[in-house]
């Protein structure tokens, strides 16, 4: 049997961790031994769980790669706008990565990391956790197996619901774009994009066009009596979908891994008095949601015309009641229909004989975890990638799923391009002879 792969943590946050907790369940194929965050009280929860030495701590990428080569390999779960700056010296210092989506946040930047990979020959594997889920992958199987023929269409939707939406995407993180350096589509749905490509298997996209706007949160929809804190200065909280204290008060326990993450790093303890206090004060989900220097489309539209003619769509839609992704394939000779959130998928085939229209099998998969990946676990994609990585480090043949940094390249690429329409109202060409 091979010996575990060592990796670091790079940025441990709250996606580093999810990803690093694959060592709890299998030390036999990784182990956990050392960290790289600025954040002290980060690096120390590290190191509680994972039970590394003091000098495996380091207080940040840089600091690690100087180093040189500690371990076989890093998960790096820094912030968007950091994964390009911080895994070029790990990749020099020899480390293969499991790199954040998204893994560049422009073009530029993207094609400089794929060189340096190419360059020190070292493997990149990009979270996109979705081509994990067993939803996504059992369909990608049935697409190679040849069952529903030639893909005509693609139809995608992303609905994020209200509470994800506010906390991510408004007064969260994701929020503005020139904070972040992503757009809502790259940060919300590079998967989605990524899922479409990989699901055309090699017919690349040709032509996108796009629309969206911020139609809800814009400072101009600001209703009157709102302030500037739901739990300070607003007249119309009581009413409010998006009032702090309905949205992180009354339901202390969601998303509290964005809301509360500052807090817990100052070591206060998490009480309600501490988390009131802090909504009040300086937590940036405590603000007005059409007074947070939002920029971010709220919902956005995409269709792509790929090579041979067929057609893809994905509707992301931001403040929806219920937060699901579904799919609907349509191929010469059959379909794909399915809802991420229920785990189910139907596949319908032409079926020509008299008295018969067309044939249906109803697919129920069985998912640890949460389906929907409204908790985080991505239709159980998190960890199967994580598992993916490891075996691929240990020289297994790569799965149906892996994503190199070269098999990213096209989703990240269609959503640079459908954001270039979408700000420009232009139909973009795909400039395919690069990829
Ligand atoms: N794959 C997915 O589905 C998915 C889901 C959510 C978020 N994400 C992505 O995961 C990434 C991390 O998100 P998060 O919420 O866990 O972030 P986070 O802010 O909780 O964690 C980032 C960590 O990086 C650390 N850091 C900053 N500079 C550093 C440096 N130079 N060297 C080392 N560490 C450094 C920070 O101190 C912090 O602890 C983001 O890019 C986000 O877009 C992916």
Known sequence: MSKPIKAIIVGAGHRALIYASYALERPDKLQIVGVADPIESRRKKAQEIHKFPDHMM???????????????????????????????????????????????????????????????????????????????????????????????????????????????YITGKWGNEEECGTTMLMAKCCHDMDIMV????????????????????????????????????????????????????????????????????????????????????????????????HTVVDHQSVLVEFEDGSTGTLNMIGGSSKEDRTIHIIGTTGEIEGVLGESKYVVRKIDPRPGHEYSEEEYTLDVDGDASGVNGTHGGGDLRLVADFVDLLSGETPSVSTTSIEDSIMGHHLVFKADEARVNRQVVEIDTKDL
Request: charged residues 30%.
């Open 198 to 293: 990989w699901l055309m298997n090699h017919t690349r996209p040709k032509y996108v066009s796009s629309f969206g706007s911020d139609f809800q949160f814009d400072e101009s929809k600001k209703p009157q009596g709102a302030g500037t804190r739901c739990m300070v200065d607003c007249e119309i909280e009581e009413e409010c979908l998006y009032s702090a204290k309905k949205l992180y008060i009354d339901h202390p326990d969601r998303w509290s891994f964005y809301v509360w993450d500052e807090l817990e790093d100052s070591g206060a303890p998490l009480t309600i008095e501490n988390k009131i206090k802090s909504l009040k004060t300086d937590n940036r989900h405590g603000r007005c949601v059409w007074d947070c220097n």
């Open 58 to 168: 380091f207080t940040s990428a840089e600091e690690l790669a100087s180093k040189g080569k500690l371990a076989d390999a890093v998960i790096n779960g820094t912030m968007d706008n950091q994964h390009v700056e911080t895994t070029l010296p790990l990749l020099e210092a020899g480390y293969d990565v499991l790199l954040e989506k998204p893994f560049a946040v422009n073009e530029e930047e993207m094609w400089e990391l794929y060189e340096a990979a190419k360059k020190y020959k070292r493997t990149i594997c990009i979270c996109h956790v979705l081509r994990f889920a067993p939803f996504y992958s059992e369909i990608k199987q049935r697409i190679l197996n040849n069952e529903i023929g030639d893909i005509i269409n693609i139809q995608l939707t992303e609905h994020v619901n209200y509470h994800h939406l506010a906390v991510s």
